[in-house]
C-alpha cells in the first residue's frame, strides 16, 4: 500500500491523479481542495464509492488551512505519508499573452500579478512541504512532488524565444529551486524532492481565447513544431498524468534527486 496527499484535488491534473491513483485499492488519497464538499461531492459522481479517497480542506493561499490539513491528515494517514504531490498551482490570465515589456506599462498590475503568483505557487508550496514533512519523514518512498512547467526551463526558453507567460515562468523556476533546497535539507534523511513537468495539457487554457490571443497560442505551437517536429498536439490529463506517475514513481535519489525533468522523465519538454 502507498498513500498520497495530493494538492488541487478538485480538477485536472490534481483530480486525474485521484482517479488513476485510486483505482488500486491498496492506494490511500488524501486530496486537498479550495472547496471541499464540491470535491467530494465530484468525486462520488464520477468516480463512485472509493473508501481509499478523503478530501479535506487545503488552499495555497490560506496557511492555516494548510497546516490544518496537515494535522487533519494523520489519523487517515496513520502519520505516515509516502508521497506528497504539490500539484496545485494558478496562472494569470493577463500574463498568459503578454511580455514584461508590455505588463511593464503598468507596474502596480504587474507587481499586483507576480505577487499573487508568488505567493501561490512558492511560499504556498513551501508551507505545504514543510506542514506534511514530518508525515513524509515516517513514510517508506519519502517522496515530494512538485508539478513544475517547461516554461520555467533556461535553455528550453532560450531555444524557443519565449516571451510571454514570465511572471508565471518566474514563479515556476522559483518553485523548482525550493525543489532544490528541499532536497538539501533532507537527502540524509532519505527524501527524494523533484519536480516535473507534465508537458503541454488540455484543461481548457485556451477554450476562451479571443483572435489575437490565438495567433500567440499558433506562434507558439509552431516554434514547438519547429523545435519537436514528432509534437502531436496538447496532451489529454489521462495521458499526462499516467506519464507523471510513471517518473515519480521510478524516481530515486541516486538519479533524480534535486532535479527537474519532463514527463518523460528527462530534459525532453514535449
Same mark, same amino acid.
Given at each position: 500500500m502507498a498513500s498520497y496527499v495530493i494538492t488541487g484535488a478538485s480538477r485536472g491534473l490534481g483530480f486525474e491523479q485521484i482517479r488513476q491513483l485510486s483505482t488500486d485499492p491498496n492506494n490511500l488519497i488524501v486530496g486537498l481542495a479550495r472547496d471541499k464538499d464540491a470535491t467530494i461531492k465530484k468525486v462520488k459522481e464520477e468516480l463512485g464509492e472509493r473508501p481509499n479517497v478523503h478530501?479535506?480542506?487545503?488552499?495555497?493561499?490560506?496557511?492555516? !488551512?494548510?497546516?490544518?490539513?496537515?494535522?487533519?491528515?494523520?489519523?487517515?494517514?496513520?502519520?505516515?505519508?509516502? /508521497? #506528497?504531490?504539490?500539484?496545485?498551482?494558478?496562472?494569470?490570465?493577463?500574463? !498568459?499573452f503578454s511580455n514584461l515589456g508590455e505588463q511593464g506599462e503598468d507596474p502596480e498590475t504587474l507587481?499586483?500579478? /507576480? #505577487?499573487?503568483?508568488h505567493k501561490v505557487n512558492v511560499i504556498g508550496n513551501i508551507n505545504l512541504i514543510n506542514f506534511f514533512m514530518p508525515q513524509v519523514l515516517a513514510g517508506k518512498e519519502k517522496k515530494v512532488i512538485a508539478i513544475s512547467s517547461g516554461l520555467s526551463d533556461f535553455d528550453l526558453v532560450r531555444k524557443m524565444e519565449f516571451d510571454t507567460a514570465p511572471l508565471y515562468a518566474i514563479s515556476?523556476?522559483?518553485?523548482?529551486?525550493v525543489v532544490v533546497k528541499f532536497q538539501n535539507q533532507y537527502k540524509d534523511d532519505g527524501v527524494l524532492c523533484l519536480a516535473i513537468c507534465p508537458g503541454m495539457v488540455e484543461v481548457g487554457q485556451y477554450s476562451d481565447v479571443n483572435p489575437e490571443q490565438l495567433q500567440k497560442v499558433q506562434k507558439m505551437v509552431g516554434k514547438f513544431l519547429e523545435h519537436y517536429p514528432h509534437f502531436a498536439g496538447a496532451a489529454t490529463p489521462a495521458q499526462a498524468v499516467k506519464d507523471v506517475i510513471s517518473v515519480y514513481h521510478k524516481a530515486d535519489l541516486k538519479n533524480y534527486a534535486g532535479d527537474f525533468v519532463s514527463h518523460n522523465g528527462n530534459k525532453e519538454w514535449l
Open positions: 478530501i479535506l480542506h487545503g488552499d495555497l493561499e490560506d496557511t492555516a !488551512s494548510l497546516k490544518q490539513a496537515a494535522a487533519d491528515s494523520v489519523p487517515i494517514l496513520g502519520g505516515k505519508l509516502d /508521497y #506528497l504531490i504539490a500539484n496545485a498551482g494558478v496562472a494569470s490570465k493577463l500574463d !498568459s507587481e499586483r500579478e /507576480y #505577487l499573487y503568483l515556476k523556476a522559483a518553485l523548482n529551486m
